[in-house]
């Protein structure tokens, strides 16, 4: 069973005082039921600043809940590439504009599964195991989508937890637009948990160590695990390369995150821009 994409056509729509926003609708085909059903895609502007959890903010529409495709007949749920799209330059262009500032990372995809993959995914559809406890019974949106993404990151590459904890927080970002505060909280404790995971057993890069403690460290604190944060903050600024300019802005963010720890406030901060831009200044 092939999947398939094509472009039907674009449309643009100007929220007022703001630069145009142009959407591409898009064909899909699902390879687990072979359903044909499409989405409208925002193209994806440069964010104008971020939470303190790396989430981007965009002055206009946030184009993170439609990145990821859900089939509304088995709820199979990827980006583009899942459901056999080749798009190299667009996706190179995308990647650049989630990845802008230093901290940022590419989304983790993965590409339509293997026959006998295939067969596994459908059993373990047919059961209820991928939508229990999310939309069931109605198509899934925004950070729902993520949730299922990483439930099918799993099923196929069970090894590799750091993929799973990037849909869960990217999940808790889209759950913060909604104003879903229960789901971002369940999000946010399923990518604790994965980059937990990821680090025990050795499964984080060197470059990625600075990230992921920190992530873990604000995730606790957004949590209301202070003590965690607390400890996690610490040891970051403790432990990290200050000549290499992606660890030294994490270890800045850890002192600054550790005063709202020590306070113990979980509110949803902001990152500056002068800290945004704390590496080029201090070249």
């Given at each position: 069973m092939a999947a398939s994409v094509s472009v039907k056509g674009s449309r643009k729509s100007k929220p007022a005082g703001l630069p145009p926003i142009e959407y591409a609708t898009v064909v899909l085909?699902?390879?687990l039921c072979d359903t044909e059903?499409?989405?409208?895609?925002?193209?994806?502007?440069?964010p104008e600043g971020r939470d303190t959890d790396l989430r981007p903010r965009y002055a206009a529409v946030d184009p993170l809940p439609t990145l990821i495709h859900s089939c509304p007949s088995c709820h199979y749920t990827a980006y583009q590439e899942g459901y056999g799209v080749r798009r190299e330059i667009e996706v190179e262009e995308e990647d650049a504009a989630l990845s802008l500032r230093p901290g940022d990372?590419?989304?983790?995809?993965?590409?339509?599964?293997?026959?006998e993959d295939l067969?596994?995914?459908r059993r373990y559809v047919r059961h209820?195991?991928?939508?229990?406890?999310?939309?069931?019974?109605?198509?899934?949106?925004?950070?729902?989508r993520y949730v299922l993404g990483a439930r099918i990151w799993e099923f196929l590459k069970e090894e590799e937890p750091y993929g799973a904890a990037d849909y869960y927080l990217r999940g808790s970002w889209c759950a913060r637009t909604a104003g879903n505060r229960d789901l971002e909280r369940r999000c946010q404790n399923e990518a604790m948990q994965r980059f937990q995971n990821a680090l025990d057993h050795s499964l984080v890069s060197e470059a990625d160590r600075p990230r992921t403690l920190y992530l873990l460290g604000e995730l606790s604190?957004?949590?209301?695990?202070?003590?965690?944060?607390?400890?996690?903050?610490?040891?970051?600024?403790?432990n990290v390369d200050p000549d290499e300019e992606e660890s030294a802005l994490f270890a800045h963010l850890a002192r600054r995150q550790l005063t709202l720890a020590v306070i113990k406030s979980d509110i949803n901060a902001a990152i500056a821009e002068d800290e945004i831009e704390?590496?080029?200044d201090e070249e």
């Open positions: 085909r699902c390879p059903f499409t989405s409208e895609l925002p193209s994806v502007p440069e990372r590419a989304p983790h995809r993965f590409g339509v599964p293997e026959d067969e596994d995914l209820g195991d991928l939508v229990r406890g999310v939309a069931e019974g109605r198509e899934p949106f925004g950070a729902e604190r957004r949590g209301g695990d202070f003590a965690r944060a607390v400890d996690l903050f610490s040891q970051l600024d403790s704390l590496e080029k």
